[in-house]
């Protein structure tokens, strides 16, 4: 099975900073990840497919990268409604692993 | 407009069974792998089970192989997950979620339903 390891587990940060989310695959997925984000009591929502590519519809401050085992998740400017829960997702392989999430507080 | 509506769950002992449905609208469901992914109290997204677009093949997290079922029917454009021997770990929102196709980024994982609750007590 592969380990997705997320961090930070938790943040706070101000309107307009720029917010980074890492997650870490145990073994290589190439570009087989997904980011999504989560409010409270709402489904997830998918952000960032392929690793890099914005999801239509998705505000352009959002941004992934990485390949491989080392992937990321940015925000740039971030937003009073960027408050969310996000995580990510392998689907290289089976099972399917998320990370353990990450909750982004707005200051 | 994409739907997916699941419904099935509810309030069951431990040991019990339950059968969720996910009956979807809006995209080719035969021609799409879908999944079960569920969510525990104050917890995180935890991938359950796939299921291939014809059915032949279907994939589970070892948390539930051997005591979850999933199947679909094309026809009806519904996906289902029999739940048996449930347990109090087994308690969570279980969302329904298009795995799409495995070549295309795309595809995966960009529809989800609201979610069914399921609740195993005593």
């Known amino acids: 099975e592969i380990q997705m390891t997320q961090s930070p587990s938790a943040m706070s940060a101000s309107v307009g900073d720029t917010v980074t989310i890492t997650c870490r695959a145990s073994?290589?997925?190439?570009?087989?990840l997904v980011w999504f984000q989560q409010k409270p009591g709402k489904a997830p929502k998918r952000l960032i497919f392929g690793a890099s590519r914005l999801q239509t519809g998705v505000p352009s401050r959002f941004s992934g990268s990485g390949s491989g085992t080392d992937f990321t998740l940015t925000i740039s400017g971030l937003q009073a409604e960027d408050l969310a829960t996000y995580y990510c997702?392998?689907?290289?392989?089976?099972?399917?692993?998320f990370g353990q999430g990450t909750k982004v507080e707005v200051k | 407009e994409v739907l997916l509506l699941e419904s099935g769950g509810g309030l069951m002992q431990p040991g019990g069974s339950l059968r969720l449905s996910c009956r979807v609208s809006g995209f080719d469901f035969e021609i799409y792998a879908m999944a079960w992914v569920r969510q525990a109290p104050g917890k995180g997204l935890e991938w359950v089970s796939t299921?291939?677009?014809?059915?032949?093949?279907?994939y589970y997290a070892d948390s539930v192989r051997g005591r979850f079922t999933v199947s679909r029917d094309n026809s009806k454009n519904t996906l289902y997950l029999q739940m048996d021997s449930l347990e109090a770990g087994d308690t969570a929102l279980y969302f329904c979620?298009?795995?799409?196709?495995?070549?295309?980024?795309?595809?995966?994982?960009?529809?989800w339903g609201r979610g069914t609750p399921v609740t195993v007590s005593s």
């Open positions: 299921l291939t677009d014809t059915g032949t093949r279907a």
């Open positions: 997702l392998q689907h290289f392989t089976y099972p399917r692993t």
């Open positions: 073994q290589a997925i190439s570009d087989s």
């Open positions: 979620v298009k795995d799409g196709w495995e070549n295309s980024y795309s595809s995966k994982f960009d529809y």
